[in-house]
């Protein structure tokens, strides 16, 4: 802040570089509400942490905070998020927080100057059957570096996975990926069950075959509706 004489009296304004912080802070404000879902609570990575200690047992809890190792490594460097695997796979039961570590990564991406896209998997599903706009949809998605891909292969979304919604999943992670582009995806299997799935008749080895070429997995435990109760008091 600057001490200045107005009018014979002493005012205190803020300097350049603090407008600078609050119009910089405003627009990363701007850019995370853009990114988030609706109805969807953000908490951050020690929080998350903070509840796996408090309400998980000792062993969920090494475990987890173990695994957790190397997304903060890429929260706290984004730089070496994007120079590692292409695929960061987080994996886990139903409120275990898979979405509040991936957007906890994304949001620390986003604010750094990487252009990041959160689509759920029925978004997705949906986009690709939206035949009249399925080429601008496509388009508006090669704008991104990171695509958050949520719910993918969960039990309440593989009925969204048509033969042809497959192959556009399937076309949309190996041009993503050949152009290289990142993927932040959650799922509640992990990689190595993906082959194992059969909904519809459909044959999952060939995204699988794509996924496995540069991934890293995160497997987590336990259960957050606690803290999210909490939070919401």
């Not at 996975?161 to 290289?180: C, E, M, W």
């Not at 194992?196 to 997995?217: A, T, V």
Request: glycine share 4%; aromatic share 10%.
């Amino acid at each position: 802040f600057i001490l200045n004489e107005v009018d014979g009296e002493e005012v205190v304004t803020p300097c350049e570089c603090r407008l600078n912080k609050m119009h910089d802070h405003r627009q990363e404000i701007q850019l995370v509400s853009a990114m988030i879902p609706r109805n969807t609570m953000v908490y951050s990575l020690e929080e998350y942490i903070a509840a796996i200690k408090k309400y998980t047992s000792p062993t969920e809890q090494a475990e987890t905070i173990k695994n957790l190792e190397s997304v903060k490594k890429y929260i706290d460097d984004p730089n070496v998020f994007m120079k590692a695997s292409q695929i960061l796979w987080i994996y886990g039961k139903m409120n275990s927080g898979r979405t509040t570590v991936a957007l906890a990564l994304a949001i620390s991406l986003l604010t750094r100057g990487y252009k990041v896209r959160y689509v759920s998997v029925d978004r997705l599903s949906r986009m690709f059957k939206n035949f009249d706009d399925l080429a601008a949809n496509l388009k508006t998605l090669e704008q991104y570096d990171i695509y958050v891909v949520d719910d993918l292969f969960d039990n309440h979304t593989l009925g969204e996975i048509t033969s042809y919604v497959y192959k556009q999943l399937y076309s949309f992670f190996n041009i993503g990926l050949s152009d290289g582009k990142h993927f932040i995806c959650t799922s509640n299997i992990s990689v190595e069950q993906i082959p194992n799935l059969k909904i519809q008749g459909l044959d999952y080895q060939g995204i699988h075959d794509l996924i496995i070429r540069s991934y890293e997995e995160v497997s987590l435990s336990g259960n957050l509706t606690r803290l999210l109760a909490s939070k919401n008091k």
